[in-house]
């Protein structure tokens, strides 16, 4: 069974550059659920900012290549996901 990064040694250098000081600041949380029957599969969850604003998210796919692509552009179209984005878009 794999080991998640998480468990490693911060010396590991499996272990991401970001990981292995200091605790970066909390800047979003996304929870993203995932469902499937095995000829479908849909994402559904939520990103919620700093200022306690969520926004639903929602993806459909019939392969893991079809629903990561979905799941990113449904991440795109929420405004300020990308840092410089409006909120107005």
Do not use: C, F, N, Y
């Not at 292995?20 to 929870?31: F, I, K, N, S, T």
């Not at 849909?42 to 692509?69: C, F, I, N």
Request: proline share 8%; hydrophobic share 45%.
């Amino acid at each position: 069974m794999a080991r998640s990064w998480l468990a490693r040694s911060p010396a590991d250098p499996a272990v991401p550059e970001d990981a292995r000081g200091q605790d970066l600041p909390v800047v979003a949380r996304l929870v993203v659920e995932i469902r499937s029957d095995g000829s479908r599969t849909v994402a559904r969850g939520a990103l919620e900012d700093l200022d306690g604003q969520r926004v639903a998210v929602e993806a459909h796919g019939t392969t893991p290549w079809s629903l990561a692509k979905q799941l990113a552009v449904a991440l795109w179209r929420i405004p300020r996901v990308l840092p410089g984005r409006d909120r107005d878009r």
